[in-house]
């Protein structure tokens, strides 16, 4: 699969941070949304990404050298210029500048005529996903690949009827993509198998800030692996915090430093958004039966407040 320009739509959490991720893997990326303010919120939350990473490498050799200083650790001449010659900025202002241009708002759907991969990163819900991949599927190239970011629906039912259902596959990228490198990659019924190799061997060739990405072939099925596994962890978390066996924060502390999880569940789904979260839950509830599937009913109290996490201000933690 030779990907040389791709379209993203749905410029929220995901969608912008993906644009970035392209653009950073040096590929050229139009993003749109279903308005131009919410297209140019998208670009500046890109900007912000990078401007983070450029600052980050800007900072890390006297970050380094702060470090060793602490640890009473005094360098030699030599061992200066060998940390300086490591630690210099692989990602520079002007690198920083070059990946943000890569990133245009589209002015309409005629934007992605040329593209070879179009992204849709719209809501957890098939009758918003439905019409976003309809129109894609009437202005994209016949050799273009049309990927779901979906977290749980099933891609056949998502591609059904489309002309491009062969090249139609779920791309599911982990939050923030620029850190986290695994994409759980599923194809449909209809889709054609050189469309998902083709796709992981693309894949394999992009880094995000961190290393090389990990594309992992998964079966269609509700929420993949990885949240078939953390919803239900979210909600059994939701249902102590509703027993009063402990504080949010206390249970997140506890899962860290008893279980080695990097984060909580609670700062977990504060980060994937309430909403998201909920969606892919109902979608585990309604596809699998199963009780422990259901959602809590603390998480859709939540999303009803309009309580989403980081992203509102408020989930389980609040943000300022
Ligand atoms: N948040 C996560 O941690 C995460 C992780 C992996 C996958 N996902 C998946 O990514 C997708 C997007 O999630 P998100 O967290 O970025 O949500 P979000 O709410 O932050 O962003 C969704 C964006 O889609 C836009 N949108 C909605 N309908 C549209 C339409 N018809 N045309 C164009 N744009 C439209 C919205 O305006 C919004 O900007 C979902 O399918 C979700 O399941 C989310």
Redesign the pocket.
């Known amino acids: 699969m030779r990907i040389q320009k791709v379209g993203v739509?749905?410029?929220?959490?995901?969608?912008s941070a993906i644009a970035e991720l392209v653009a950073f893997n040096e590929i050229d990326v139009v993003l749109?949304?279903?308005t131009p303010e919410?297209v140019a919120r998208?670009v500046t939350r890109v900007g912000a990404i990078v401007d983070e990473l450029v600052a980050y490498h800007a900072g890390r050799l006297d970050a380094e050298r702060k470090r060793l200083r602490g640890l009473g650790l005094e360098l030699t001449a030599d061992q200066e210029s060998t940390l300086a010659h490591r630690l210099a900025p692989a990602v520079t202002r002007e690198r920083g500048d070059a990946i943000k241009a890569r990133v245009r708002a589209a002015d309409g759907w005629d934007a992605f005529a040329d593209v070879d991969l179009a992204i849709e990163?719209?809501?957890?819900r098939e009758e918003?996903k439905r019409?976003?991949l309809e129109s894609l599927d009437r202005v994209l190239p016949a050799g273009a690949t049309i990927a779901s970011?979906?977290?749980?629906l099933a891609i056949s039912r998502l591609a059904h009827g489309l002309v491009h259902a062969p090249s139609t596959l779920a791309l599911?990228?982990?939050?923030p993509p620029a850190t986290l490198p695994l994409i759980e990659v599923a194809g449909g019924l209809e889709t054609r198998e050189d469309v998902v190799t083709g796709a992981i061997e693309a894949l394999q060739g992009w880094h995000n800030h961190r290393g090389p990405l990990v594309p992992v072939r998964v079966r269609e099925s509700p929420a993949f692996v990885v949240n078939r596994l953390l919803l239900p962890l979210l909600d059994d978390a939701c249902h102590l915090l509703d027993e009063g066996v402990a504080s949010a924060r206390d249970i997140d502390v506890a899962m860290k430093a008893g279980a080695g999880l990097p984060m909580g569940p609670f700062e977990l789904a504060d980060?994937?958004?309430l909403?998201?979260a909920l969606?892919?839950a109902e979608t585990l509830s309604r596809e699998l039966g199963e009780a422990k599937y259901r959602p809590s009913p603390r998480l859709r109290r939540m999303v009803d407040a309009g309580w989403l996490g980081r992203?509102s201000g408020r989930g389980f933690y609040e943000y300022v």
């Open positions: 739509v749905g410029a929220g959490t995901m969608g749109t949304d279903r919410l998208g990163a719209v809501f957890e918003v019409p976003v970011n979906t977290s749980s599911h990228f982990f939050n980060l994937i958004g909403d998201v969606d892919v992203k």
